[in-house]
């Protein structure tokens, strides 16, 4: 009982690091998608006047 209760935990933290590698991996991606430029905040002036 005691040898399927430490297999039974075994297969539970294996799954648990494949979850976590996942989400690290997605993790990883998002921070190295590049940024976009940022516009600038306030009126446009005219020059055409």
């Known amino acids: 009982q005691v040898l399927t209760t430490h297999k039974d935990i ?6 648990y690091d494949q979850q976590i ?6 993790l990883r991606r998002l921070l190295a998608l590049p940024e976009k430029p940022k516009h600038k905040i306030g009126f446009i ?5």
Do not use: D, G, M, Y
């Open 45 to 49: 002036k005219n020059t055409n006047k």
């Open 10 to 15: 075994l297969r539970k933290i294996q799954e």
């Open 21 to 26: 590698k996942r989400i690290f991996e997605i």
